[in-house]
T-cell receptor, first 110, second 112 residues
Framework: QKEVEQNSGPLSVPEGAIASLNCTYSDRVSQSFFWYRQYSGKSPELIMSIYSNGDKEDGRFTAQLNKASQYVSLLIRDSQPSDSATYLCAVKDRDYKLSFGAGTTVTVRA | EAQVTQNPRYLITVTGKKLTVTCSQNMNHEYMSWYRQDPGLGLRQIYYSMNVEVTDKGDVPEGYKVSRKEKRNFPLILESPSPNQTSLYFC???????????FGPGTRLTVT
């Protein structure tokens, strides 16, 4: 079974700070990577997808991918209390399956 | 409104009593999938369907069946539920492939 590992958290950051979330994956042939946000009691929602090495920015979110190191990260700049949630890293393998990490819970302190 | 719907949202049942959880999407998506979410284990894929002709097992298919007779619906069937299938279940869909998925609201199942 493909493994996706995330830093366990919980991660507590002050409002306005940068939250940094990390994810490593075991399947070297993985090509597609996603970050989902899940509020307590709600379903996951996609916030970022990244397919090639480097950085991808969308508003206050930046995803970073390094395939050689099998590492993908998510930065949340200017963190807001509304960013308090669990963030799930997901990796697509060659067989059209999607594997998720266990998630990192982020709490933004006002 | 574009959405994935699941029914029921909550279900308490007994061991061995067959049940079906329905999933429907109105976005004309090709790909649909079922996941279960358990504390500490994250989301695990049960089954997925690339389109109405192709369905395949995910990482935890034991004890589950699925059916994809039409594009919009993808029911999850538990022929003989057991307590270890107590979990939170999500259905998801995406336009093509396994990429950017939209999730349903979830079904919380308890098997006693």
């Amino acid at each position: 079974q493909k493994e996706v590992e995330q830093n366990s958290g919980p991660l507590s950051v002050p409002e306005g700070a940068i939250a940094s979330l990390n994810c490593t994956y075991s399947d070297r042939v993985s090509q597609s990577f996603f970050w989902y946000r899940q509020y307590s009691g709600k379903s996951p929602e996609l916030i970022m997808s990244i397919y090639s090495n480097g950085d991808k920015e969308d508003g206050r979110f930046t995803a970073q991918l390094n395939k050689a190191s099998q590492y993908v990260s998510l930065l949340i700049r200017d963190s807001q209390p509304s960013d308090s949630a669990t963030y799930l890293c997901a990796v697509k393998d060659r067989d059209y399956k999607l594997s998720f990490g266990a998630g990192t819970t982020v709490t933004v302190r006002a | 409104e574009a959405q994935v719907t699941q029914n029921p949202r909550y279900l308490i049942t007994v061991t061995g009593k067959k049940l079906t959880v329905t999933c429907s999407q109105n976005m004309n998506h090709e790909y649909m999938s079922w996941y279960r979410q358990d504390p500490g284990l994250g989301l695990r894929q049960i089954y997925y369907s690339m389109n109405v002709e192709v369905t395949d097992k995910g990482d935890v298919p034991e004890g589950y069946k699925v059916s994809r007779k039409e594009k919009r619906n993808f029911p999850l069937i538990l022929e003989s539920p057991s307590p270890n299938q107590t979990s939170l279940y999500f259905c998801a869909s995406s336009l093509q492939g396994v990429g950017e998925q939209y999730f349903g609201p979830g079904t919380r199942l308890t098997v006693t």
